[in-house]
């Protein structure tokens, strides 16, 4: 069994930073795509970035030029730089990994940002 576990939320002002860490543990052997999604309060979870295994990445319009999304591949583990921070980034930050040929989650870490 697969398990992911997300690290580095909390509480910020706006324009400050953070470092949001998902490390997957268990039998791996193969990974794919890596991703970190994200869901406001009465707002449906949405694509925050994505990161295939060749280091491609894909961002939402909303974050472009303030994330950064980046994994290491030997210790499975993806990461998101939060630069910039906006109190609509307000959210609980989702990890997800394509592993074993499977889509797994983590449990979230919550991202607030003060105005």
């Known amino acids: 069994q697969v398990q992911l576990v997300e690290s580095g939320g909390g509480l910020v002002q706006a324009g400050g930073s953070l470092r949001l860490s998902c490390a997957a543990s268990g039998i791996i052997f193969s990974t794919d795509v890596m991703g970190w999604y994200r869901q406001a309060p009465g707002k449906q979870r949405e694509l925050v970035a994505t990161?295939?295994?060749?280091?491609?990445?894909n961002y939402a319009d909303s974050v472009k030029g303030r994330f950064t999304i980046f994994r290491d591949n030997a210790n499975v583990m993806v990461y998101l730089q939060l630069n910039s921070l906006k109190p609509e980034d307000t959210a609980v930050y989702y990890c997800?990994?394509?592993?074993?040929?499977?889509?797994?989650w983590g449990k979230g870490t919550l991202v607030t940002v003060s105005s």
């Open positions: 997800n990994m394509h592993i074993n040929r499977m889509d797994y």
């Open positions: 990161i295939t295994s060749g280091g491609s990445t």
